[in-house]
């Protein structure tokens, strides 16, 4: 089983509330990702890193932010949820290079509602 | 543009009974195909993985096969256990970014019945 962490793994929270999202690894890979993904949908991409200060958006727009100051933590930020923001929160990471063809490991995920 | 298509959405087995779940894709360049379980709740987990010159790879009672010429990828599951029961994800990997992109199918959703 991959070592990687998301907590909390599910969340209530009222709107326009911060939230972070945590998420840590212990296989010391460069590269990290958050993915949303909704009951019988594709995972959407809505960040990624490829390691300390480096991040990037994704494919789907996301209101969200996220940091990377150090190589196994990868949080995400919500500076105001809504509603709209209800979702399975997936963290991935993968070695760097093409050796393990971008296998990617996955948290357990966090699912959130916002009321 | 590049996406994965997987069929059936959903499926109703009876324990004991084999099945085969399907995947067609058109993303290019291709490098790569995974097959993810995803346990409701959690996270994908890695069942099997395809490159361009494989057509046929198992994991004890998961057997996927690849036709890269017609783009199309199967897995197939023998034996099923009520533990087979989640989602099923064909997973695309190209290889025309250094970040390695992932195309995601939606899944097929396998019920396993006692």
């Known amino acids: 089983e991959a070592d990687i962490y998301q907590t909390p793994r599910y969340l209530v929270i009222g709107t326009g509330k911060k939230i972070t999202l945590e998420c840590s690894q212990t296989m010391g890979h460069d590269k990290m990702y958050w993915y949303q993904q909704d009951p019988g949908m594709e995972l959407h991409l809505i960040h990624y890193s490829y390691g300390v200060n480096s991040t990037e958006k994704g494919d789907l727009s996301s209101e969200s932010t996220v940091s990377r100051i150090r190589t196994e933590h990868f949080p995400l930020t919500l500076e105001s949820a809504r509603p709209s923001h209800t979702s399975q929160y997936l963290c991935?990471?993968?070695?760097?290079?093409?050796?393990?063809?971008?296998?990617?490991?996955f948290g357990p995920g966090t699912r959130l509602t916002v009321l | 543009k590049n996406q994965v298509e997987q069929s059936p959405q959903s499926l109703i087995i009876l324990e004991g009974k084999n099945c085969t779940l399907q995947?067609?894709?058109?993303?290019?360049?291709?490098?790569?195909l995974r097959w993810y379980k995803q346990d409701t709740g959690r996270g994908p987990v890695s069942l099997t993985i395809?490159?361009?010159?494989?057509n046929t790879k198992s994991n004890g009672r998961y057997t996927a096969t690849l036709d890269a010429d017609t783009k199309q990828s199967s897995l197939h599951i023998t034996a099923s256990q009520l533990s087979d029961s989640a989602s099923y994800i064909c997973?695309?990997?190209?290889?025309?970014?250094?970040?390695?992109?992932?195309?995601f199918g939606r899944g097929t959703q396998l019920t396993v019945w006692p």
């Open positions: 997973v695309v990997s190209d290889r025309g970014s250094t970040l390695g992109r992932l195309y």
């Open positions: 395809m490159t361009f010159s494989e």
């Open positions: 991935a990471s993968s070695e760097s290079g093409g050796g393990t063809y971008n296998e990617q490991f």
């Open positions: 995947c067609n894709y058109t993303v290019s360049p291709f490098s790569n």
